[in-house]
């Protein structure tokens, strides 16, 4: 992991030169929202570049850092005003102790679409790992203990009744260190973002063995802001989750149609908003295209879902055993979804 410092400097140079411009939280319905370079944040730049947070009357920049926990501090300290990353133990954590409030769904992993992968190194693949029970006594690697994807593995073990202490799990701080480990094979297998999952397989060094929305449907992550910013700006934080919701029915209308037979289907302004998504993150359109995550049409939230991932961080001891989802989720500005 990044020591803390080096974190804080990390999240000082990203922030400052805009945050210097924005003192005082939304004054002036001016507004910072961090977020990453994925294209898990595609909402954010559909409501950026087409004007939709303008319409609203809000002026907002968006400030790419490099990890989830980054994030969740700028907007914790005030430095931005909205964050939008993948839920972790450390969020949670920080929502339990009264830091961030959850009021809009992000990205999830859901059954026919393809958001994450099970990535097996591929001599690990030729020996027998060709699905998920073929983790039991294997090298798995995450980014982070107490990630996502750490929480996705605990509840793939509970789906098909093995051990989750029978894999070793190997935390390797970046996705980088991950594709990089599975490639030369000092890991076993992995979860990666789809774009990574195909790159490997596409250079025959990895073979993908189950898609994880398909194993475990997840809320993989969300719009979060400080409870301060909520009760001092409430009007101000109706009108970005407005913005963002008509961002994500766009996203919905033009990558998430499907033809009878499943077949994915080319939407309303599918060129236009695949254009605006590569530019945000520097990937190519057509690597994009075989890759886009799954956002609910009306940016709900499956707190139900939610609740189950702090229960599994409470069984592995990473949050606190009072968490509990309502403390996490403020319900007031989009309805939550029952899955």
Known sequence: MRPIAELGRLLFAAVFLLHCTMCGALAGD???????????????????????????????????LP???????????GSAQFGMSAFSADFYALAGKGGLKVIAGGSEECPGFHGAALVANKRAYDWGLRKPTDLVGRRVAVTAIGSGSHNQLVRLAKKYGFKFQDIQVVPLDTLANEVAAIKRGSVDAGPLPALLAKEIEGSGAGKIIAWMGDEVPTQYGGVFAAPDTISAHRGSVARFVRAYAKAVAMYDRAFQQRAADGTPLKGELYEELLGIIARRTGESRAALAAALP??????????????????VYKNLKLVDRALNVEGVVDPSFVAAEQK
């Open 30 to 64: 001016k507004i910072l929202v961090a977020g990453s370079r994925l294209a898990a944040a595609a909402p954010l730049y559909i409501a950026i570049d087409r004007g939709l947070f303008a319409d609203e009357g809000l002026e907002v920049n968006l400030v790419q």
């Open 67 to 77: 990890t989830a926990n980054a994030i969740a501090t700028a907007v914790t300290s």
């Open 294 to 311: 799954y956002f609910d049409p009306q940016a709900r939230l499956v707190v139900k879902d939610m609740a189950e991932q702090i229960d």
